[in-house]
């Protein structure tokens, strides 16, 4: 740590590397509804966000957890097929909500094109939000699962064993992992149908 007259510390959340107050103040000075998507190790949390001057007003939210619980999804809760379910179930809810447009705040998060926090973004915008945000890399495959379904496939041919370790909970709760882009499918016709 710096030492001096002319050192100046950073202000906590900073330092514990939860808020980048740039970018928030041009959040604030602009007065922008927010979609925030954040990860965890289990979960996928996507919200829309309003500012308040008392502390943010969290308008709509969605977690990965209530895929599970609501619709039925057999499948990990933090990977990239979730992702975008939570992604639309925000979306559709928000539109619900009389929200048709927000802007993408990742946090401090470092943006690699192709990853969940992207996908959850463009489940939203698939749903109907408008977001401005650029080429966000995603591949339909990866959306459904196919790069999943594919290796759990080849896995259990070359190394049964090490295939049920990998999948176990997925054959837990009675989802073979090749079947993940017609499950996919199925959850999302689910959240479309009105299930939010």
Known sequence: MAHG????????????GKTNYYKRYTYVINNTTRLVVR??????????????PKGDVIVVAAHSMELAKKFGWKGDLNNTPAAYLTGYLLG??????????AVADIGLFVPVKGSRIFTAIKGAIDAGLSIPVGDLGIKEDRIKGVH??????????????????LF????ERGL???DLP???EE??????????
Request: hydrophobic letters at 35%; aromatic letters at 10%; proline letters at 4%.
């Open 168 to 171: 176990s909970k997925y054959l």
């Open 39 to 52: 990860l965890t190790n289990k979960y996928i949390i996507a919200q829309i966000a309003k500012f308040n």
């Open 92 to 101: 559709v809810r928000a539109l619900k909500a009389g929200i048709k447009e």
């Open 148 to 165: 999943i379904a594919s290796y759990a496939q080849k896995l259990e041919a070359e190394n049964p064993e090490l295939f049920k370790r």
């Open 176 to 178: 073979h992992p090749k």
């Open 5 to 16: 007259p002319n050192y100046r510390v950073k202000y906590r959340r900073r330092r514990e």
């Open 187 to 196: 959850i999302l016709n689910k959240i479309k149908s009105g299930g939010a």
């Open 182 to 184: 017609s499950h996919f």
